[in-house]
């Protein structure tokens, strides 16, 4: 069988703030063409994770290669090969998109004669051309997001690392950021992405990596999640789980056991 390129290889990363073990001895590979999903609860350690990839915070140990380049010692290049989705709107509040993307087009030396087909295409497929000449702190949180996604791919990185990237966007937008996913890793993309929106994640990942309390509590394809996850129910969703293999399915249900007495609501038949 054909083995894939390694596209990202974490090993025993650790990261601690203070008392919190925010990323606990987590390794995970993504190859390429493929789509991989972080999925935790809260403050599982998703968004930190993140940033050590990226080189944005330095690990306390552990190992990270991307794309064959380590992220605090060749920051520069990384980023000409990677497209970030941050989890927060965008930083660039002062400047308009079309300002913003010529500054990419600038920093990221695109050489691509077909830069400004494309970009027009892309605010096309966002319905963003009408706000493409003001300023992004005016935008809406959804309309920042799309810009933000439009930064990060314009550039045609090979792995595209997006932090919940589909927060607070529109059904119409949603679909146009899967079929911009799929064909990424069609033409040899790899994406991470963290969510906490289910569907997505079973819908689109080929795999997933569950973390809980910074550690990787269970990995694979639904299939193989489903497997590990000792549920009985034959149409286990991820939800189920994703709850139950983050030790929040009972909690869950004494939660709704509490609310239905606090608003006087009696048990369900
Ligand atoms: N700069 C920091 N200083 C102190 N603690 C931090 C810092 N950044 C993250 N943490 C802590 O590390 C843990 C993991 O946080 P992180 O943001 O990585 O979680 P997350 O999975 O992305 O959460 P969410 O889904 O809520 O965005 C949390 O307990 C958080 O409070």
Do not use: W
């Not at 702190?137 to 930064?151: D, E, F, P, V």
């Not at 639904?222 to 939800?239: G, P, V």
């Amino acid at each position: 069988m054909e083995q894939k390129e390694t596209i990202l290889n974490v090993e025993n990363l650790a990261k601690s703030f203070e008392n919190v073990h925010a990323v606990d001895n987590l390794s995970f590979q993504i190859k390429k063409g493929e789509i991989y999903g972080l999925l935790g609860p809260n403050g599982a350690g998703k968004t930190t994770t993140i940033k050590l990839i990226l080189g944005l915070l330095g690990p306390d140990n552990g190992k990270i290669d991307v794309l064959g380049l380590h992220p605090e010692q060749d920051e520069i290049e990384l980023k000409k090969r990677i497209g970030y989705v941050s989890e927060e709107p965008l930083i660039y509040k002062s400047l308009t998109p079309k300002e913003l993307f010529n500054f990419i087009a600038s920093i990221r030396d695109i050489k691509d004669p077909n830069i400004t087909k494309k970009l027009a295409q892309y605010l096309e497929s966002f319905d963003a051309i009408e706000y493409y000449k003001r300023l992004i702190s005016t935008l809406s949180r959804g309309n920042k997001q799309k810009i933000q996604i439009i930064a990060a791919i314009l550039h045609q990185p090979e792995i595209l690392i997006m932090d919940e990237p589909l927060a607070g966007l529109d059904a119409k937008s949603v679909k146009v950021i899967k079929e911009i996913l799929e064909l990424h890793t069609q033409r040899g993309g790899a994406v991470l992405f963290s969510t906490h929106i289910m569907e997505i994640a079973e819908d689109l990942c080929d795999r997933i990596g569950i973390i809980a309390s910074g550690k990787m509590v269970a990995e694979g394809t639904m299939e193989e999640l489903k497997n590990q996850s000792s549920l009985l129910k034959e149409d286990a969703d991820l939800e189920d789980i994703f709850l139950q293999l983050t030790e929040q399915d009972e909690s869950v249900n004494d939660i709704i056991k509490n609310l239905r007495q606090t608003m006087e609501v009696g048990e369900t038949e």
